[in-house]
T-cell receptor, first 112, second 113 residues
Framework: NAGVTQTPKFRILKIGQSMTLQCAQD?????MYWYRQDPGMGLKLIYY???????DKGEVPNGYNVSRSTTEDFPLRLELAAPSQTSVYFC???????????FGPGTRLLVL | QKEVEQNSGPLSVPEGAIASLNCTYS??????FFWYRQYSGKSPELIMS????GDKEDGRFTAQLNKASQYVSLLIRDSQPSDSATYLC?????????????FGSGTRLLVRP
């Protein structure tokens, strides 16, 4: 099992550009999450999904969109990048009834 | 606004000592509490969870919960240099299965050889 994978590892965007952060898991977990972590801070929940076709907003959803067409994949879309979106983005997943969230390695995004 | 507060540190302890990490939370109805360890440049990993008042021990780690004081702590006995990391406290404010966690900003622990 590869666990939770994220691509790309690092990306530089110009203000106003768009991109999709990819997240995939091969553990058949139905719950998936997107967090962002600003320097020296904790993680903040952007969006989450309880299964294919079901997504909901977290604490800081503005400027982002998600979709969940399969159990395995949970991409995060940035439509109009802003400097405030400079952060490290972590994807996580978990199984129903199990408390542990497994995190991917993260994507570092710099918006200039 | 639900909040989780931690001292940012760094907390510096000598090798072999007990490291004590503290966390307070604002939402009285919070039911489940977690400690994550995050090495520099890496992703968080769960090391302890606690749901009931009192202590929960796992190897060198002990989590302590006091719901009346809205306080949760992590003790690391016989601290090792490999324990040097940032420790994130997380709270599930609603007892539901979606686990929309709220994280503190973390405490950086340095264990001196």
């Amino acid at each position: 099992n590869a666990g939770v994978t994220q691509t790309p590892k690092f990306r530089i965007l110009k203000i106003g550009q768009s991109m999709t952060l990819q997240c995939a898991q091969d553990m058949n977990h139905n719950y998936m999450y997107w967090y962002r972590q600003d320097p020296g801070m904790g993680l903040k929940l952007i969006y989450y999904s309880v299964g294919a076709g079901i997504t909901d907003k977290g604490e800081v959803p503005n400027g982002y969109n998600v979709s969940r067409s399969t159990t395995e994949d949970f991409p995060l879309r940035l439509e109009l990048a802003a400097p405030s979106q400079t952060s490290v983005y972590f994807c996580a997943s978990k199984l129903t009834g199990v408390e542990t969230q497994y995190f991917g390695p993260g994507t570092r995004l710099l918006v200039l | 606004q639900k909040e989780v507060e931690q001292n940012s540190g760094p907390l510096s302890v000598p090798e072999g000592a007990i490291a004590s990490l503290n966390c307070t939370y604002s939402d009285r109805v919070s039911q489940s509490f977690f400690w994550y360890r995050q090495y520099s440049g890496k992703s968080p990993e769960l090391i302890m969870s606690i749901y009931s008042n009192g202590d929960k021990e796992d190897g060198r780690f002990t989590a302590q919960l006091n719901k009346a004081s809205q306080y949760v702590s992590l003790l690391i006995r016989d601290s090792q240099p490999s324990d040097s990391a940032t420790y994130l406290c997380a709270v599930n404010p609603l007892m539901d299965s979606s686990y929309k966690l709220i994280f503190g900003s973390g405490t950086r622990l340095l264990v001196r050889p």
